[in-house]
């Protein structure tokens, strides 16, 4: 005979369900096209701080060293078989030479932060170029290729206020003067000083630092030593000019 304790424990295993053994939903893989985007993706962005790296620590070095060459200087070299090339500190270059590359190139150096605004906007508004400050002029120079191109002056742009927050504007100065070129070949202010006038780059006059700073627009074209009528003018009106920042203030950027 059953008992009703016997019937319960029945009852309730034929009501227990047998338990179900739950499967691990599988990730699904990603396909080959996928991979291919991801990996891309992973390139791009190692190029991008690769060139972000560069950028920073070719920056930061010429803060604090002398460039050995530029492109420029260095296809030039390989053109001539050699260029005259000799950097001086900026102890070394007379004042009035600092003040008449200023004064010819860009007579609000102190006062902008590498791009001047409101000369680019003059500039656009005559339609013609120009309006590259001697911060631009040194990037330019340094790190990029000559010509016209608007590939070279979006990078330039871009990377002339990263100059001018690592560098200061008597750094900047100092290396726009060491590597600007004088003539066919000769590359710094103490090269041409010794070219043009057989002194050193400390004791340039007036008038020769002034007409070396004319010439500095096109110096194939143009000599220092036997100028022009046109870099006459032109170096008397940099004299003046050099006499004027120096009085008004706009030259102690990098004089003090």
């Given at each position: 005979m059953v008992t009703m304790a016997e019937r319960k424990a029945?009852?309730?295993?034929?009501?227990?369900?047998?338990?179900?053994?739950?499967?691990?939903?599988?990730?699904?893989?990603?396909g080959l096209i996928e991979r291919a985007v991801l990996a891309g993706k992973r390139f791009v962005w190692a190029i991008a701080f690769a060139v972000v790296g560069f950028v920073l620590l070719a920056t930061l070095i010429y803060a604090l060293i002398a460039p050995p060459t530029t492109p420029y200087m260095f296809s030039e070299s390989r053109r001539l078989g050699g260029v005259a090339y000799d950097w001086v500190p900026m102890e070394d270059i007379a004042p009035v030479m600092a003040r008449s590359a200023v004064a010819a190139e860009d007579a609000n150096f102190c006062l902008h932060w590498g791009?001047?605004?409101?000369?680019?906007?003059?500039?656009?508004?005559?339609?013609?170029?120009?309006?590259?400050?001697?911060?631009?002029?040194?990037?330019?120079?340094?790190?990029?290729w000559h010509g016209r191109s608007w590939v070279r002056k979006s990078i330039e742009a871009i990377w002339t206020p990263l100059t001018e927050a690592a560098w200061s504007k008597?750094?900047?100065?100092e290396l726009y003067l060491n590597i600007a070129e004088f003539d066919e070949g000769v590359f710094g202010v103490q090269a041409g000083a010794r070219h043009y006038f057989g002194v050193d780059a400390a004791d340039l006059s007036p008038t020769q630092a002034a007409r070396l700073a004319a010439i500095l627009p096109s110096?194939?074209?143009?000599?220092?030593?036997?100028?022009?009528?046109?870099?006459?003018?032109?170096?008397?009106?940099i004299m003046s000019g050099a006499a004027t920042i120096a009085a008004d203030g706009r030259a102690d950027c990098f004089e003090t």
């Amino acid at each position: 005979m059953v008992t009703m304790a016997e019937r319960k424990a029945a009852t309730k295993k034929t009501a227990r369900k047998p338990a179900t053994k739950k499967r691990r939903a599988t990730k699904k893989r990603p396909g080959l096209i996928e991979r291919a985007v991801l990996a891309g993706k992973r390139f791009v962005w190692a190029i991008a701080f690769a060139v972000v790296g560069f950028v920073l620590l070719a920056t930061l070095i010429y803060a604090l060293i002398a460039p050995p060459t530029t492109p420029y200087m260095f296809s030039e070299s390989r053109r001539l078989g050699g260029v005259a090339y000799d950097w001086v500190p900026m102890e070394d270059i007379a004042p009035v030479m600092a003040r008449s590359a200023v004064a010819a190139e860009d007579a609000n150096f102190c006062l902008h932060w590498g791009l001047d605004v409101k000369a680019i906007r003059a500039a656009v508004d005559r339609g013609r170029g120009g309006a590259s400050t001697i911060s631009q002029q040194v990037v330019k120079n340094v790190y990029l290729w000559h010509g016209r191109s608007w590939v070279r002056k979006s990078i330039e742009a871009i990377w002339t206020p990263l100059t001018e927050a690592a560098w200061s504007k008597r750094r900047i100065l100092e290396l726009y003067l060491n590597i600007a070129e004088f003539d066919e070949g000769v590359f710094g202010v103490q090269a041409g000083a010794r070219h043009y006038f057989g002194v050193d780059a400390a004791d340039l006059s007036p008038t020769q630092a002034a007409r070396l700073a004319a010439i500095l627009p096109s110096p194939k074209n143009r000599s220092a030593a036997n100028p022009s009528t046109f870099t006459r003018n032109r170096a008397a009106a940099i004299m003046s000019g050099a006499a004027t920042i120096a009085a008004d203030g706009r030259a102690d950027c990098f004089e003090t």
